[in-house]
């Protein structure tokens, strides 16, 4: 389990995080919502030790993060970030296989190739192995960031706004390969997600930040309901049912 | 695409194409390590005035120091640009260079140019390694040390603490008398003839332990130019590791300057020419290939100077011309794009 005990942190005088405990990493998917600024990724950042905390206290399987060697973690814990750029001048099929640093150290075993091969795989990457990066669409780019976090092959998958810049069609299969990194790998997969019919559609639970606090924790249908939805966004929402699951309308 | 992934089908092709590339970085450094050696043979065995035993000896230590220096500013050069996240700096940014004037000037001012050339030089050596080494040590321990600071932050006061040293200098050397300034000159302009046997042992020692710390780091080095946040997820210690690696950049330097004299910006040619040359953005090539540039550069401008334009040894003016025109050209090309 991720358990956040008591943890706030603090920037200059505005707290960004606010006495948040919290556990996460149960089985299935997560979805991690809230407004612009609320503080997710801030919390992603605390878990993968990029953000100290101001007071409170980060474990992962009861692992003190504050005090756990980096590597031990990180075969832990993957994290994609929410800005992912990359300046160095690589290829996808070299970034994939940075996911298996914390296993190997860099020097690359058969049974980490095997993993780097089924992470490109996973993602349709097999046409792209060579490109660089930089020769990329944004949302390849996205999708060769989440092909590393995948061979990294941890527990815990923490993904911060997985769907950036994804068309339809990937929105779709990066949705569906999140719930299977799920339910057939066993993976904890918490992810951040602006489309609430996303986190509706394929999370198990819906955590709903605000200014820093968690004010939402419930299975994905009971969240989904226009005041709670009203509440956290401070906007009106509709919700409706279409075919048996809950749809927010959120234009016009 | 989540079906069914199939990797046994696919694996070997990548592998192949992986290891074709690493091949043409293996050809490439291959060639020039042999360039190096035709150049060192040239330095060697050709021109020779007299007795061959006594220019082999005297030009073998040139060689060693050459490449001792060009050892130092390579691996230098390519790990602080990946710890910073920049190619178009030197270590030299620090202050380095400044502060090795200032303490050359400040030994002159205070007792005179003839203890300044009396002094035994093993000691000037020492205490300008140890001067360098500790005021980096300070500054990099005040800015990392307690909270998390940026290595930007630790750049600007380098910045401004080498501007405030090279005025402080010339302020000394305005009121030095002219014998004084001259000794002063000679000893700033880098110089790879005639050096000090002892020093280039010592220098060689230290760069060696540099080299045997960066060399484990090489694949984490890799990771590093991911950037912090990446770095930190796959588990490198960043803060433990940039520490130890900006250690060894200050001894290296700071052996090397106190050496020859400041040649730093050497380290801006060869490590973009690395960068090229290599093919690959991997530690294990691009760090051994500044190495070989470097000494490539030295040599051949020494070889140049020497048996061309038939000068003694004052290889920095060929240095700082041909890293200011290299450095307008990476500052233009950036802009370009
Ligand atoms: N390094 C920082 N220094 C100062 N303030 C920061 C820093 N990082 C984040 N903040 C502030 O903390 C708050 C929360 O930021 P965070 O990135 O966690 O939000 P978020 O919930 O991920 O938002 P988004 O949906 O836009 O990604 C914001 O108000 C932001 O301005
Ligand atoms: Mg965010």
């Known amino acids: ?252 | 695409m989540l079906t069914e992934p199939a990797p046994v089908a696919v694996r070997p092709r990548p592998r192949l194409r992986a290891s074709v590339r690493r091949a043409g970085s293996a050809v490439r450094l291959a060639a020039l390590g042999g360039l190096v050696l035709a150049l060192v043979a040239a330095y060697l065995f050709t021109d020779v005035p007299g007795s061959l035993a006594y220019a082999l000896e005297k030009r073998g230590l040139t060689v060693a120091a050459t490449v001792v220096v060009a050892a130092a500013v390579g691996v230098s050069t390519v790990v602080f640009h990946t710890i910073t996240g920049n190619r178009v700096l030197t270590p030299s940014i620090m202050g380095f260079d400044a502060f090795y004037l200032l303490v050359s000037t400040a030994v002159v001012f205070a007792a005179g140019s003839a203890a300044f050339l009396a002094a035994d030089p093993l000691v000037l050596w020492a205490v300008q390694v140890a001067v360098m080494v500790g005021f980096s040590v300070v500054l990099s321990t005040w800015l990392f040390g307690g909270k998390r600071r940026s290595i930007h932050l630790m750049l600007l006061v380098g910045i401004v603490l080498g501007t405030f040293f090279r005025s402080f200098s010339e302020w000394m050397q305005r009121m030095l008398d002219p014998l004084d300034f001259q000794v002063l000159s000679d000893a700033f302009f880098a110089s790879l003839t005639r050096p000090d046997e002892t020093l280039l042992v010592l220098t060689a020692a230290l760069v060696a332990v540099g080299c045997a710390v960066v060399v484990p780091l090489l694949r984490t080095l890799d990771v590093l130019t991911l950037g912090e946040p990446v770095a930190v997820g796959l588990g490198v210690d960043h803060r433990r590791v940039v520490l130890t690696l900006f250690a060894v950049v200050s001894v290296m330097v700071a052996a090397s300057t106190a050496l020859v004299g400041p040649v730093l910006f050497l380290g801006l040619i060869v490590a973009n020419l690395a960068y090229a040359w290599a093919g690959s953005f991997r530690h294990a090539w691009t760090v051994p290939t500044a190495v070989l540039l470097g000494v490539v550069c030295l040599l051949g401008g020494q070889l140049v100077l020497e048996r061309v334009l038939g000068f003694g040894g004052t290889l920095s003016t060929v240095v700082d011309f041909a890293g200011g025109l290299f450095f307008l050209y990476l500052v233009l090309r950036k802009g370009a794009r």
């Not at chain 1, 800005?83 to 020097?107: C, I, K, M, W, Y």
């Not at chain 1, 792209?128 to 999708?143: T, V």
């Not at chain 1, 309901?225 to 749809?247: H, K």
């Open chain 1, 1 to 252: 389990m991720i358990a956040l005990e008591g943890v706030s942190k603090r920037y200059g005088g505005q707290t960004v995080v606010d006495d948040v405990s919290l556990a996460l990493g149960g089985e299935g998917v997560t979805a991690l919502i809230g407004p612009n600024g609320a503080g997710k990724s801030t919390l992603f950042g605390l878990v993968g030790r990029l953000v100290r905390p101001d007071a409170g206290r980060v474990t992962v399987d009861g692992l003190d993060v504050a005090t756990t060697p980096s590597q031990e973690l990180a075969r832990r814990v993957a994290v994609l970030r929410q800005d992912n750029h990359v300046a160095a001048r690589l290829t996808v099929q070299d970034l994939v296989e940075f996911g298996r640093f914390p296993h190997s150290r860099g020097r690359l075993t058969v049974d980490d190739r095997d993993h780097v091969e089924r992470a490109v795989a996973h993602l349709g990457l097999e046409g792209y192995r060579d490109r660089f990066l930089d020769e990329l669409s944004g949302g390849q780019r996205q999708r060769a960031s989440i092909a590393m976090v995948l061979a990294q092959d941890t527990r815990y998958v923490l993904l911060d706004e997985p769907l950036n810049n994804l068309d339809l069609r990937h929105m779709g299969e990066t949705m569906r390969l999140v719930r299977e990194m799920a339910d057939v790998l066993g993976k904890r997969v918490v992810t951040v997600l602006h489309d609430v019919n996303s986190a509706a559609a394929y999370a198990d639970r819906i955590v709903a930040m605000r200014d820093g606090r968690v004010v939402a924790d419930a299975p994905a249908r009971d969240v989904m309901r226009p005041e709670v939805l009203a509440d956290v966004y401070d906007t009106t929402v509709d919700v409706r049912e279409i075919d048996g699951r809950p749809v927010a309308l959120y234009y016009g």
